[in-house]
């Protein structure tokens, strides 16, 4: 009797401790028509930088993929109570091409979003693995259109000069006081070609405010930084913000995001000041929520010339984009 009372209580415990771990499955499905210069329109399936699509022959880089809302992605997360205040947490994700369904992304094999596991409290969160950027995040606080793939900010400084993701990067994120927060990142030498790098934000939300300091630094690199804020003022949300990548690369980015009921309009214009150079590129974005995980986009990108340092040298392949698409949540 003694015995059947234990083994009824492990159980209960082990249905509590099961009760208290959750996997979800999760994903995003973007597909869209992309008219570009040179190139007929075509159908986009949501690839990013790196998808399917025509390539411009001056540089090597797709049309197709930049004038997508977001990259078509399926993930897995999970989260597991480890009890006393403690939580244990994972992340795969693998970039998709809804056009014909393969695999898209920067890193050899799956899952090349998404790879880490994380422990967290009250003293914060410790994070291992291929991840965002702290910088990324950082930027990604105050930027208008969610960090598309069509970003002035993204595509004309590349997410603080260091792009939105890296493989083996340990950090740690602060707990939020005050609406203060933080997160310092780490990559070891072996991991990173022999070059050490640190990468960091800090970031303050409070109601219409945000402002954030993204900073990354490579060993043999010198450091780049993006300062910017965003203010809501209910009729109309501002964003701006200064930016030096590391040398000669500087510049500024400013811009609105006007909403009307459902329909959502955002003019955003990013500026770099080079050595004998200037480059401007313009957004022009509109979205209508069709529900709360669905929306229709068009969006209009002209691409600033980077100072003819190739024939056409356009960071996103070509002058003018026109991108119109639907972006699924799931």
Known sequence: MK???????????SGVAMAQSSVTLYGVADLGLV???????????????????AINPATGLPYAGIMNNGT????????????GGLKASFNFEQGLNAEDGGLTGGAAGAWNRAAWLA???????????????????????WELTGTAN???????????????RTNSLFQYTTPTM?????????????DNGGNAKYDL??????????????????????????LGASYDFGMAKVAGSIQNNGGPSKGFTIGATVPVGAFALTLDIARENGTGM?????????????SKRTFAYAAYYKDGDNNGALPGGYATGAKNHIGLGVRHNF
């Open 278 to 290: 200037k480059n401007t590129d313009v957004l022009l974005e509109g979205k209508y929520a069709l």
């Open 3 to 13: 015995k059947s009372l234990i083994a009824l209580a492990v159980l209960a415990a």
């Open 201 to 226: 934000n800090a970031i303050y939300r409070n109601g219409p405010l945000a402002a954030a300091l993204s900073y990354n630094k490579t060993n043999s690199m010198k450091a780049n930084m993006a």
């Open 72 to 83: 078509s992605r399926l993930g897995v997360r999970g989260v597991e109570d480890l009890g």
């Open 150 to 164: 069509y970003s002035v900010v993204g595509n004309q400084f590349n997410f603080t000069g260091q792009g939105p």
């Open 35 to 53: 008219k570009s210069d040179g190139v007929s329109a075509q159908m986009s399936g949501g690839g990013g930088a790196l998808g399917n699509g």
């Open 119 to 141: 422990l967290e409290g009250g003293f914060g969160r410790f994070q291992m693995g291929r991840t965002l950027n702290p910088s990324f995040y950082g930027v990604a606080a």
């Open 178 to 190: 005050g609406g203060f927060s933080g997160t310092l990142g780490y990559i070891m030498k072996p």
